[in-house]
């Protein structure tokens, strides 16, 4: 009776570990402060080695990362949202395409005007793509807010 309970308990124990979810991107947002009424909203991802996600203009292939921000009549985007990070370009067999991708740190920038100098929220979600050289993930999407002060 007792290898019997011990054998349970030692599968159950494997099980437990095989379900916990793969998160290999870490998100932070802030928005930065540029000038009167002007600021930065910038999303970082911290992406573990050896996983790398997409870039927002993927035109063949995986998904690519995509902001999208709800809108907030007290504030303007200005600009589209650009891209800081090493990005890396190469041929991928999977897709049968030039693939630009990041790995490491990158952040996602987008430019903001508020029309009144208040404090608000912004809203929004990014929908993205992980992958390494063995497997992709199922794109991910993710709802964030962001404080302008």
């Given at each position: ?7 349970l ?23 930065v ?7 930065n ?18 035109k ?19 600009g ?7 990005l890396?370009?190469?041929?991928d ?28 929220k912004l ?18 999407k993710?709802?964030?807010?962001v404080?302008?002060?």
């Amino acid at each position: 009776m007792k290898k019997i309970f011990f054998a349970l308990l030692i599968m159950a124990f494997a099980l437990q570990g095989q379900a916990q979810k793969l998160a290999p991107v870490k998100w932070a947002y802030q928005a930065v402060k540029t000038g009167d009424k002007q600021y930065n909203i910038v999303i970082t991802a911290n992406v573990d080695a050896p996983w790398h996600i997409y870039s927002q203009f993927v035109k063949k292939g995986p998904v690519p990362t995509t902001v999208q921000f709800a809108k907030n009549p007290l504030v303007v985007l200005k600009g589209t949202t650009k891209e800081v990070g090493k990005l890396e370009k190469k041929f991928d067999k999977n897709f049968d395409a030039v693939i630009g991708s990041f790995g490491g740190k990158v952040q996602f920038i987008q430019a903001v005007t508020l029309k009144v100098a208040t404090k608000t929220k912004l809203t929004g979600t990014i929908e993205f793509m992980v992958c390494n050289e063995e497997r992709c993930l199922p794109p991910t999407k993710q709802s964030f807010e962001v404080d302008i002060q």
